[in-house]
């Protein structure tokens, strides 16, 4: 079993969280890009409301990581 320092364990916090801040921010930029391909009802339009509509789950998803 590996035992960190309280230093080791923030820093990897740290990163964590930094990692779920930059993942989420990849997801809005997908999700706002979807959401303006969504302009008609068909088949691609409806892809991309679901497109948009995932995303907006894994960013509320990610939030809940978030401190």
Do not use: C, P
Request: proline share 0%; net charge neutral; aromatic share 10%.
């Amino acid at each position: 079993m590996i035992h960190l320092t309280e230093k080791e364990k923030a820093d990897r916090f740290d990163a964590l969280q930094a990692a779920f801040r930059a993942t989420r921010d990849g997801y809005i930029r997908l999700q706002k890009d979807a959401d303006l391909r969504y302009t008609e009802v068909s088949v691609i339009g409806a892809y991309n409301k679901g497109l948009a509509d995932g995303y907006g789950h894994m960013i509320k998803d990610l939030d809940r990581w978030i401190v």
